[in-house]
């Protein structure tokens, strides 16, 4: 056991190496980084308004909360104004939290604010900026988005691929049928998760990542620890002259986090590789190829324009599976936990479904090819979303200084959109806190459905390219939730909480747990009751 005197040894030698640091940053800011003043000490530059700052951290204080960030942001905004410049640590920042500033960003100002700041998790760390996410804009990302739009999410492959969706909503709807009939709840976070894992990896790669439940716990733990290493590797990234002792401090999860993701991918690639080694040696006549065997290819062949490395291959899957699988899945749970919550919605959903699919004596189970003809299911949806935006903060690197609502952004600095303020502004959204999906069934949302606020999906050339996929998904698993089963919820509770978690992303704080009461018979349905 140490000494009281070896202990205030090991606090002097702390105190005094704190010190000796803090003195060599501020010795490097003032004399070296003077040559390259910071945007706020340029007086030709008309900044926007910025909250009081602290020496040195700047405005880290005002984040600092035991809310989740969201709140904090949309706290700012409301004491502050839509537009902020804030200084975190060394980092400029400038916060954008109105619809007609966010519009300026997605349209006026698009190409100047088609880039995205740098990989918090470094290279060394994970795949760097090699994937597609936060690929610098340029001719690699105008590449992977051409690909992904035309190869996975067009509207073309979306058909071709709409068997695999209706597959695993029935796989979700047989496993709900085996809870109803044991009379147990199910955690329909973890169900969602597993749908999405699966739709996405089949979609893209071929390949069910989640075909054992503890398989897809295992994806879907993987996609939480990478939003939590994320929002701690930004938080050490902030840190700015420190951010060394961050990484140190996170180095034994930053090493195992990428490796076990790197094994998956790997194996998936080595499959690939084996099935097209032993059909024709990447002869071009592969008869179905996925997005995976096409930038095999690319990568195999020395006259394409573009190079694909193998790490570019296995970073291009990960941004994709991770933009795609929570967030559909937790705009799934925010939507049922919001028709749950609101039995008279609830009814009317299962009535629109009711009107379709009952059709001469002849019931049938809802199919994707439906969605267009339930507005009331699709309003519901997207109010949900407007609600309850996943990806709370769009991030954007100002490529090219100009200026947004009257005030300079200098080149280089970063800027958050902050979604969910926007998609609750009170000169868009009347009553913008209330769950209210006949709004979407007035005419003007729609005509400003961008523009005037909607930015769940972001805006411009960066925008997701997956939403007419994650629309689909949510409103066609939630419509076969709604027409099949009754629900209880959790513990005796009185309906869902309504909080959202801490982290990167917004998902439900607690669990979506409930009890599935089947209130259909399947048969009708047409579902083998073998697989039942
Ligand atoms: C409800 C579900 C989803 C939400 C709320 C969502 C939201 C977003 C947002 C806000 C962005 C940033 C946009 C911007 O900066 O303007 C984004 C980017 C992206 N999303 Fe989604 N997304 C969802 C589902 C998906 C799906 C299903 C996929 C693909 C299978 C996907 C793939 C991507 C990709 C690749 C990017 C980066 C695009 C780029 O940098 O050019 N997302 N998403």
Same mark, same amino acid.
């Given at each position: 056991?140490?000494?009281?005197?070896?202990?205030?040894?090991?606090?002097?030698?702390?105190?005094?190496?704190?010190?000796?640091?803090?003195?060599?940053?501020?010795?490097?800011?003032?004399?070296?980084? $003077?040559?390259? +003043?910071?945007?706020?000490?340029?007086?030709?530059?008309?900044?926007?308004?910025?909250? +009081?700052?602290?020496?040195?951290?700047?405005?880290?204080?005002?984040?600092?909360?035991?809310?989740?960030?969201?709140?904090?942001?949309?706290?700012?905004?409301?004491?502050?104004?839509?537009?902020?410049?804030?200084?975190?640590?060394?980092?400029?920042?400038?916060?954008?939290?109105? *619809?007609?500033?966010?519009?300026?960003?997605?349209?006026?100002?698009?190409?100047?604010?088609?880039?995205?700041?740098?990989?918090?998790?470094?290279?060394?760390?994970?795949? %760097?900026?090699?994937?597609?996410?936060?690929?610098?804009?340029?001719?690699?990302?105008?590449?992977?988005?051409?690909?992904?739009?035309?190869?996975?999410?067009?509207?073309?492959?979306?058909?071709?691929?709409?068997?695999?969706?209706?597959?695993?909503?029935?796989?979700?709807?047989?496993?709900?049928?085996?809870?109803?009939?044991?009379?147990?709840?199910?955690?329909?976070?973890?169900?969602?998760?597993?749908?999405? $894992?699966?739709?996405?990896?089949?979609?893209?790669?071929?390949?069910?990542?989640?075909?054992?439940?503890?398989?897809?716990? &295992?994806?879907?733990?993987? !996609?939480?620890?990478?939003?939590?290493?994320?929002?701690?590797?930004?938080?050490?990234?902030?840190?700015? +002259?420190?951010? &060394?002792?961050?990484?140190?401090?996170?180095?034994?999860?930053?090493?195992?986090? *990428?490796?076990?993701?790197?094994?998956?991918?790997?194996?998936?690639?080595?499959?690939?590789?084996? #099935?097209?080694?032993?059909?024709?040696?990447?002869?071009?006549?592969?008869?179905?190829?996925?997005?995976?065997?096409?930038?095999?290819?690319?990568?195999?062949? *020395?006259?394409?324009?573009?190079?694909?490395? #193998?790490?570019?291959?296995?970073?291009?899957?990960?941004?994709?599976?991770?933009?795609?699988?929570?967030?559909?899945?937790?705009?799934?749970?925010?939507?049922?936990?919001?028709?749950?919550?609101?039995?008279?919605?609830?009814? #009317?959903? &299962?009535?629109?479904?009711?009107?379709?699919?009952?059709?001469?004596?002849?019931?049938?189970?809802?199919?994707?090819?439906?969605?267009? $003809?339930?507005?009331?299911?699709?309003?519901?949806?997207?109010?949900?979303?407007?609600?309850?935006?996943? !990806?709370?903060?769009?991030?954007?690197?100002?490529?090219?200084?100009?200026?947004?609502?009257?005030?300079?952004?200098?080149?280089?600095?970063?800027?958050?959109? $902050?979604?969910?303020?926007?998609?609750?502004?009170?000169?868009?959204?009347?009553?913008?806190?209330?769950?209210?999906?006949? &709004?979407?069934?007035? %005419?003007?949302?729609?005509?400003?459905?961008?523009?005037?606020?909607?930015?769940?999906?972001?805006?411009? #050339?960066?925008?997701?390219?997956?939403?007419?996929?994650?629309?689909?998904?949510?409103?066609?698993?939630?419509?076969?939730?709604?027409?099949?089963?009754?629900?209880?919820?959790?513990?005796?509770?009185?309906?869902?909480?309504?909080?959202?978690?801490?982290?990167?992303?917004?998902?439900?704080?607690? *669990?979506?747990?409930?009890?599935?009461?089947?209130?259909?018979?399947?048969?009708?349905?047409?579902?083998?009751?073998?697989?039942?």
């Amino acid at each position: 056991m140490a000494s009281s005197s070896d202990q205030a040894h090991c606090f002097i030698i702390i105190i005094a190496t704190t010190t000796t640091l803090l003195a060599l940053w501020l010795t490097k800011k003032i004399f070296i980084l $003077n040559k390259n +003043p910071s945007p706020a000490n340029n007086p030709k530059l008309r900044l926007p308004p910025s909250p +009081p700052a602290l020496p040195l951290i700047g405005h880290i204080h005002h984040l600092a909360s035991a809310q989740p960030l969201f709140k904090t942001f949309h706290a700012l905004r409301q004491k502050y104004g839509p537009l902020l410049y804030l200084r975190l640590g060394s980092y400029p920042v400038v916060l954008v939290s109105s *619809p007609s500033l966010a519009s300026e960003i997605f349209h006026t100002h698009d190409v100047s604010f088609a880039a995205k700041p740098d990989s918090p998790l470094e290279d060394r760390l994970l795949y %760097g900026d090699s994937g597609f996410v936060t690929a610098p804009y340029g001719d690699y990302w105008k590449f992977v988005k051409k690909l992904c739009v035309t190869e996975l999410l067009s509207t073309r492959q979306l058909d071709r691929s709409r068997s695999v969706r209706r597959e695993e909503v029935e796989r979700l709807l047989r496993k709900l049928v085996a809870k109803s009939e044991e009379k147990a709840a199910v955690d329909l976070s973890v169900e969602l998760m597993s749908l999405t $894992n699966n739709v996405t990896c089949r979609m893209a790669m071929s390949t069910r990542c989640s075909g054992e439940d503890n398989e897809a716990e &295992r994806c879907r733990k993987l !996609v939480k620890e990478s939003n939590e290493l994320t929002a701690k590797m930004l938080l050490a990234h902030m840190l700015g +002259p420190f951010k &060394r002792v961050g990484y140190f401090l996170l180095r034994r999860q930053a090493k195992e986090f *990428p490796a076990r993701c790197d094994e998956m991918l790997e194996r998936i690639l080595m499959e690939h590789e084996e #099935r097209s080694a032993s059909s024709a040696a990447y002869s071009f006549d592969c008869t179905n190829p996925d997005l995976m065997d096409i930038l095999l290819r690319v990568s195999k062949d *020395p006259e394409a324009d573009i190079k694909v490395t #193998r790490k570019n291959i296995k970073a291009f899957f990960l941004d994709i599976f991770i933009a795609g699988t929570s967030t559909t899945a937790d705009a799934m749970a925010w939507t049922m936990a919001e028709i749950l919550n609101h039995p008279a919605i609830f009814k #009317r959903v &299962r009535q629109e479904i009711h009107d379709l699919t009952n059709g001469s004596g002849n019931n049938r189970l809802v199919e994707e090819t439906d969605i267009p $003809n339930l507005h009331y299911l699709q309003a519901v949806v997207k109010e949900a979303l407007r609600l309850h935006p996943p !990806v709370m903060a769009a991030p954007r690197v100002c490529r090219e200084a100009c200026r947004v609502g009257g005030f300079d952004i200098p080149k280089g600095v970063a800027v958050a959109l $902050n979604v969910y303020s926007i998609t609750r502004d009170p000169d868009v959204w009347e009553n913008p806190d209330e769950f209210s999906p006949e &709004r979407f069934l007035q %005419g003007m949302v729609e005509k400003g459905f961008q523009a005037n606020g909607f930015a769940a999906f972001g805006g411009g #050339r960066r925008m997701c390219p997956g939403s007419n996929l994650a629309f689909t998904v949510i409103c066609y698993a939630v419509a076969a939730m709604v027409q099949c089963f009754d629900w209880k919820v959790g513990n005796g509770e009185d309906g869902v909480r309504m909080e959202a978690g801490l982290g990167m992303t917004m998902s439900l704080a607690k *669990p979506l747990v409930c009890l599935p009461l089947l209130q259909v018979c399947l048969d009708q349905f047409q579902m083998e009751a073998s697989s039942l």
